[in-house]
């Protein structure tokens, strides 16, 4: 910079961030080794936690707010803050509520407050000062103005559901408590009464609970006497009181920070596998898309007095929406024992994501008013290697399924369709990268091969979200049934909307400047986006939404029938004490009750607002009263008629986690009323793709740890799929209103461009662990190479040695005909039925049991001399015997 030249405030806030940010997370770093090794006891980490809430952001809240200058509010922007944060806080509230089974409104409410919650002062106000402190000096006032949005207005309607939550638990503990069991009828209106009058005084507390929680905490309220404080105090809070609250205030930052590290330490290893599911959801959701719902909110309002000012007001919302969680939310989550460990390890890692986006956004708001030819550059590049890459991650996962037919199942087959779509996409951006835009023709082949995939790739995604609904909710069948409709909507609609587009408006395609492939067409390329990125949305979050409540209902009622298949009876001294009688199973009115015999203990009922499970005992209904346990009062419960009766077929899960065969026969149960001749056909159907995508190794052999349908992947698929049409959504909006282009826009921009062009990357992410599959086939083709065929070689009965055919003989003379009649059982898959068969466990069991092997190392060696001489097999014949969940059989012939 020449001498005498005025400095560019933006370049002085950009060299202000990377100190501001390197010492908040150097804080963070050594408060977590310290509370990792022990040197912050749990008892220090209380007392640190109680000094900065109560103590020291009090007193910088208070200094801050009396110092405000109110005039220069901008109240409108608070205003849109406000809107953002409720319209994301009820979303995710009530998305909770729709999912979550049993009803937990606790949960719901935790989770909202999580989502919206933003860490202000520990990380958000050193970040804020420090790169607006010469453009924008009253921003950083706005951090205090904004927390009371989440303190005062969105969060104690977190507390109240927690609350009465938590009330509901106490009193289904008093009722299940020995002082109450077991229960008797009531005896009078006077009993009725008194329990209406403790429902009230129970709703009155919660209600009392939850305004003094509100009114007594100390931010809140020295959120309000701050306010209070700039209006009593005109020129300025008195010396004496300043110099306290100031020296309590200068110790805020590094103590925060250093507590926030103490905090990360964790029981977050308790989360696993699925549970990490969760908590990307909430990380997204914070932030990605309360950021990008704060700015467009910002936009709509107009919250600045002209479009620069309302553009920097913008910005900076969406670097406010990049703000970590709070860690107010893990201490509400503790304090009344809602998914602790689930918000300790989202806030964790949502803490961490958070630098490096926080480092971007900051970096790119100084970039205003840009030319979109000054970034295209940079973009083409990107573009071109993100294809590339996909399309050869795309290629790959297309040779794992076709290698281990998965394409011929589903919902591989949609998966298939989506990444060929994806391929397709792939290729019109490397030709858009690459060819000059000279000539019509190139300019119709380029904007064909990426329309046409990028709308089919957002219609895959839909199809997909659906068929896992229907495998889960109806059938096999029923999904296969909507499969050609799917092949037809998935290539056929996007196809006809580019046919169309050329059809009406041939100028807008016309060779022009190079531009970005996702507007080539202007507005209506634009317009036709946004409705099929919203619809899409829309279909695949309820489709999502639907599949975790049928699947929890489900792993209900498959949890029921075990219990009713093998029942814990009670010690009875009489002869009948030992059987177990199931009368019947009714279905009224959306609940399941089961009448078992008097010689079954009373179950505890697990009830939700959708099914409801409720085990009793014969005869009395759960009533005590009366002698005999009939008394009068209960008679109308015991004469009670279930409506209909529905067949136990119809408890067992259709869906994949099922732990029985895979969807049952695969056809829709009796509750869909299908024609006879329908199901006729639909067995078929079933029957011909059974054969179709038989793989040489049996899941029947492996059915406790295979999910046929790979329902994680694909959930975690259609939800990475989902942001990526949630941020197209955004940048599309975006584009259609822009009237400038800022530094976050063209952020986003690159964001898009990684979800959207690199969506192959995501599916190989989501199914690289399935990459050892490819090695079976190498495997089948050594055993050719080796043994001359496919099949395990065994020798011949003169090359054994004379221990093998004595152990052989002896077990065929004496032994086998017991042990066929000990383990040997019938069992279906699918639709074919193995006679006679037995896991290799079950038979090195039986061996040690009867007194042939010693121990399992020794029945190992015993079934594998007895396959070597032919007295048993694999069913396939592909396995030499094993300790495993392999299916054998005796052979016929010995």
């Known amino acids: 910079m020449s001498e005498g030249s005025e400095p560019d405030p933006s370049d002085i806030a950009i060299e202000n961030l990377y100190p501001a940010l390197l010492s908040c997370f150097a804080i963070i770093t050594v408060g977590y080794i310290a509370a990792r090794m022990n040197v912050v006891t749990n008892t220090g980490a209380k007392g640190f936690h109680t000094y900065v809430g109560t103590f020291a952001l009090p007193s910088v809240i208070f200094l801050s707010l009396s110092e405000v200058k109110w005039e220069t509010v901008n109240w409108k922007f608070l205003f849109a803050i406000l809107a953002s944060k409720s319209i994301v806080f009820f979303a995710v509230m009530i998305t909770a509520m729709l999912v979550v089974r049993p009803l937990n409104l606790g949960k719901s409410g935790i989770l909202a407050i999580f989502c919206t919650q933003s860490n202000d002062f520990a990380i958000g106000f050193p970040i804020v000062s420090a790169l607006y402190s010469e453009i924008h000096p009253e921003y950083s006032a706005y951090i205090y103005l904004m927390a009371p949005i989440s303190l005062a207005i969105l969060n104690p309607i977190g507390y109240v559901m927690m609350e009465v939550t938590n009330l509901q638990i106490r009193n289904k503990e008093q009722q299940n408590s020995p002082a109450t069991s077991p229960m008797r009828c009531p005896q009078s209106d006077a009993s009725e009464t008194q329990s209406r009058r403790k429902i009230f005084k129970g709703k009155f507390l919660v209600v009392i609970h939850t305004l003094k929680s509100i009114f007594l905490n100390p931010i809140l309220l020295m959120t309000l006497l ?266 056929g609609v996007p196809s006809l909307i580019t046919g169309i587009l050329f059809l009406a408006d041939t100028k807008s395609i016309m060779p022009k400047a190079k531009q970005n492939p996702n507007f080539q067409f202007g507005n209506v390329q634009a317009i036709i986006s946004v409705f099929l990125l919203v619809m899409c949305f829309i279909v695949t979050v309820g489709c999502l939404m639907l599949h975790q409540r049928y699947k929890r209902r489900y792993e209900k009622y498959i949890s029921l029938s075990k219990e009713v298949a093998s029942p814990d009876v009670e010690t009875i001294t009489t002869a009948a004490s030992s059987t177990t009688n199931i009368e019947r199973l009714a279905h009224v009115d959306s609940s399941l009750n089961f009448a078992v015999n008097n010689n079954i203990r009373r179950r505890r009922s697990v009830s939700s607002d959708d099914d409801e499970i409720v085990i009793k005992a014969n005869g009395n209904g759960g009533c005590s009263g009366g002698s005999g346990g009939d008394g009068e009062c209960c008679s109308a419960a015991q004469n009670r008629t279930p409506t209909r009766v529905i067949d136990i077929e119809d408890l067992i899960p259709v869906g994949p986690s099922s732990s029985s065969s895979v969807q049952g026969n695969g056809l829709c149960s009796s509750q869909f009323g299908c024609p006879t001749s329908s199901r006729e056909a639909c067995q078929s159907m079933v029957q011909r793709y059974q054969e179709d995508s038989n793989y040489p190794l049996e899941p029947i052999e492996h059915v406790e740890i295979v999910d046929t349908y790979q329902v994680m992947q694909h959930t975690v698929l259609l939800i990475l799929l989902l942001c990526s049409m949630f941020v197209s959504f955004a940048l599309t909006i975006w584009t259609l209103i822009m009237e400038g282009m800022s530094g976050i826009y063209v952020e986003l921009s690159f964001l898009e461009a990684f979800l959207n062009f690199g969506q192959s990357i995501i599916v190989l992410a989501c199914f690289i662990s399935d990459s050892g599959d490819l090695f079976i086939p190498l495997i089948s083709i050594a055993k050719k190479l080796w043994y001359g065929a496919d099949a395990l070689k065994t020798p011949s009965w003169d090359d054994l040695s004379d221990d093998t055919k004595h152990v052989c003989e002896q077990f065929a003379t004496y032994h086998i005909e017991r042990c066929r009649k000990a383990i040997a059982k019938d069992k279906r898959w699918r639709i074919k039925v193995y006679k006679k068969v037995f896991f290799g466990t079950q038979f090195v069991d039986y061996l040690i049991e009867v007194g042939l092997a010693g121990d399992r190392n020794e029945a190992v060696k015993y079934g594998k001399r007895l396959i070597d001489g032919r007295i048993m097999r694999h069913i396939n014949k592909c396995h030499h015997f094993a300790d495993k969940k392999l299916l054998y059989t005796f052979c016929n012939r010995l």
């Open 226 to 491: 701050g306010v209070c404080g700039s209006v009593v105090f005109k020129n300025g809070v008195p010396v004496f009181m300043s110099s306290i609250l100031r020296t309590f205030g200068n110790s805020f930052a590094a103590s925060a920070l250093f507590l926030l590290g103490v905090r990360m330490v964790s029981d977050g290893s308790h989360v696993k596998g699925p549970g990490f599911l969760l908590p990307a959801v909430l990380i997204i959701v914070k932030l990605l898309v309360l950021p990008l719902v704060i700015r467009q909110t910002v936009n709509i309002i107009n919250a600045g007095s002209n479009f620069t000012e309302t553009t920097d007001l913008s910005t900076f919302g969406f670097l406010y929406g990049t703000f970590p969680s709070a860690p107010g939310a893990f201490a509400v989550a503790t304090h009344y024992n809602t998914d602790i460990d689930l918000i300790a390890s989202s806030m964790v890692a949502c803490t961490f994501v958070s630098a490096p986006l926080m480092f971007i956004s900051a970096k790119m708001i100084s970039i205003t008013n840009l030319n979109p030819q000054d970034y295209l550059k940079e973009y083409d590049s990107i573009a071109f290697d993100l294809s590339i890459t996909s399309l050869c991650a795309a290629i790959f996962i297309l040779l794992l399924f076709t290698v281990t037919k998965k394409f011929k199942r589903l919902p591989h087959r949609i998966t298939c369709c989506l990444l060929i779509s994806q391929m397709i996409a792939s290729i019109g951006v490397i030709l858009w990268s690459k060819l000059e835009q000279d000539v019509p023709w190139k300019m119709y082949l380029q904007f064909s091969f990426f329309t046409i995939g990028q709308y089919s790739s957002r219609l895959w995604a839909a199809f997909l979200a659906i068929t896992l609904l229907f495998l889960n909710s109806r059938s096999l069948c029923f999904a296969l049934k909507l499969w050609p409709y799917f092949l037809l909507l998935g290539f």
